[in-house]
T-cell receptor
Framework: NAGVTQTPKFQVLKTGQSMTLQCAQDMNHNSMYWYRQDPGMGLRLIYYSASEGTTDKGEVPNGYNVSRLNKREFSLRLESAAPSQTSVYFCASSVSTVNTEAFFGQGTRLTVV | GQQLNQSPQSMFIQEGEDVSMNCTSS?????WLWYKQEPGEGPVLLIA?????ELTSNGRLTAQFGITRKDSFLNISASIPSDVGIYFCAGPISGTYKYIFGTGTRLKVLA
């Protein structure tokens, strides 16, 4: 079972470059999330999509945009990467946003130089 | 912004010892979830709690949903080396769709 698949697994960007992190889930989940995890810290919510067609800001949305392309896919875009965006990014999905567990991808390790 | 504070931040224990950690919030939660993250992996759910006062076990793990709905506790009995990892509490902020994580408790088990 694939579950939640993130691509790429690793990426190095130069400051100012743009890129899109891809996430897809095959569990027919309604809700999807993007988190970032910095060394020694917990996961901070960047954006989430409660259901197909909706997206909302999380705790740290600045510098990011998202697209819920369809029920399966939720992408995260960095328009102009900054060193402060060096982090490990996790995508997750859940049946809904309330009272259910979230399943996580393997993460994307992004370095901005 | 909203935070879930976990304590302790880290623990070094001997194999066979019991472990206790907790998670507190300034806001009410209707769901508490406990995750474990191993190096290079995403978090994996250990236990989910849905009612205030609820006590739930999963093998050697036991978690409780605090009656104030602002805290939760996780206990691990008779720790083993594979318990090593970071343990996170998490949940959707009541009345919102924001699913947030605690600061984490890093556990190391010495054989």
């Amino acid at each position: 079972n694939a579950g939640v698949t993130q691509t790429p697994k690793f990426q190095v960007l130069k400051t100012g470059q743009s890129m899109t992190l891809q996430c897809a889930q095959d569990m027919n989940h309604n809700s999807m999330y993007w988190y970032r995890q910095d060394p020694g810290m917990g996961l901070r919510l960047i954006y989430y999509s409660a259901s197909e067609g909706t997206t909302d800001k999380g705790e740290v949305p600045n510098g990011y945009n998202v697209s819920r392309l369809n029920k399966r896919e939720f992408s995260l875009r960095l328009e102009s990467a900054a060193p402060s965006q060096t982090s490990v990014y996790f995508c997750a999905s859940s049946v809904s946003t309330v009272n259910t567990e979230a399943f996580f991808g393997q993460g994307t390790r992004l370095t901005v130089v | 912004g909203q935070q879930l504070n976990q304590s302790p931040q880290s623990m070094f224990i001997q194999e066979g010892e019991d472990v206790s950690m907790n998670c507190t919030s300034s806001s009410i939660f209707n769901t508490w979830l406990w995750y474990k993250q191993e190096p290079g992996e995403g978090p994996v759910l250990l236990i989910a709690l849905y009612k205030a006062g609820e006590l739930t076990s999963n093998g050697r793990l036991t978690a409780q949903f605090g009656i104030t709905r602002k805290d939760s506790f996780l206990n691990i009995s008779a720790s083993i080396p594979s318990d090593v990892g970071i343990y996170f509490c998490a949940g959707p902020i009541s009345g919102t769709y924001k699913y947030i994580f605690g600061t984490g408790t890093r556990l190391k088990v010495l054989a």
